[in-house]
């Protein structure tokens, strides 16, 4: 079993940015497939971003691309989400998902592991 942990939401003007972290307990977060996704008010869950285990692939929703960075530190059995020019559309409760196979990167129920959330809020 592995526990998921996500900080670093809050409140920010448009054009500002915030980077999320996602902690991972119980088992080393290396070891696991890792994404973002997003849920706000009346709208369905949508896909963020992804990263191997190893770091090596990354893969960004279209709404996100060139504004937003997944990363990972193993060592610290962390993944980050670092967004930038964030818009008002972005409001929403981001969650970090992770699986130890993932053979399609924007599909929740691919993922065994979630946290609990953290809230964007962007204002315009």
């Known amino acids: 079993q592995v526990q998921l942990v996500e900080s670093g939401g809050g409140l920010v003007q448009a054009g500002g940015s915030l980077k999320l972290s996602c902690v991972a307990s119980g088992r ?6 890792t994404g ?11 896909f963020v971003a ?7 692939t990354t893969v ?14 193993n060592a610290k059995n962390t993944v980050y989400l670092q967004m930038n020019s964030l818009k008002p559309e ?5 969650y970090c998902l992770a699986s130890e196979v993932v053979t399609a990167y924007d599909n929740t129920d691919q993922y065994d592991y979630w946290g609990q959330g953290t809230q964007v809020t962007v204002s315009s």
């Not at 972005?90 to 981001?94: E, H, I, K, L, Q």
Request: positive net charge; charged residues 30%.
């Open 28 to 33: 080393t977060l290396g070891s696991y497939h």
């Open 36 to 46: 973002w996704f997003r849920q706000a008010p009346g709208k369905e869950r949508e």
């Open 50 to 56: 992804f990263i191997s285990w190893k770091g090596g």
């Open 60 to 73: 960004y929703g279209d709404s996100v691309k060139g504004r937003f960075t997944i990363s990972r530190d």
């Open 90 to 94: 972005d409001t929403a409760v981001y």
